[in-house]
């Protein structure tokens, strides 16, 4: 078998690595291919310094994100419960339905906080009552509320 030929990548290859990463591919697919395309560069020992320094930097930023994300969940649950007035009907029963944008929107208007409303995982809220909504900040981190729905 053929001997493998290690380049750095420039750009982003679908099935084979994102812009930056060492990857090692057939002598043929970097000859004819990656490297007179401009995607990749044969490794040489600067460029391997370069690649490990930003391998360090992605982890350093990766590591502050989820840091930040901590200190917001913290934030988040320091309210004992958010408060959120719909329309009553009968037997308790809410007019429509508790979405993730009003639990969005009360977030922000209690802590300042935006919250990305697609991280927002709740129950179905159709009736008054207290109710516990998940929130995710970072891949790692998810936050715990309460939501309180009351009459308005």
């Known amino acids: 078998m053929a001997k493998r030929v290690q380049l750095v990548l420039s750009k982003d290859v679908s099935k084979l690595g994102k812009a930056g990463d060492l990857v090692e591919v057939a002598p043929g697919y ?3 291919y990656l490297i007179p395309q401009g995607i990749g560069a044969r490794t040489t020992p600067g460029l391997l310094k370069q690649v490990e320094r930003r391998r360090e930097l992605e982890r350093v930023r990766l590591l502050e994100e989820k840091q930040e994300a901590e200190t917001r969940r913290a934030a988040l649950q320091a309210v004992a419960s958010y ?5 009553v009907g009968e037997n308790e ?8 944008q009003d639990v969005a929107d009360v977030i922000l208007q ?3 906080q935006e919250v990305d ?6 129950p ?3 009736k008054l009552g207290s109710y516990k909504a998940d929130i995710k900040l970072h891949p790692d981190v998810t936050a715990t509320v309460e939501i309180q729905v009351v009459a308005s």
């Open 117 to 122: 409303r697609r991280g927002i995982t709740l």
């Open 124 to 126: 179905d809220i159709h």
């Open 110 to 112: 209690t802590t300042q």
């Open 83 to 87: 408060i959120i007035a719909k329309q």
């Open 30 to 32: 970097a000859r004819n």
């Open 93 to 100: 029963a809410i007019f429509g339905t508790v979405t993730n």
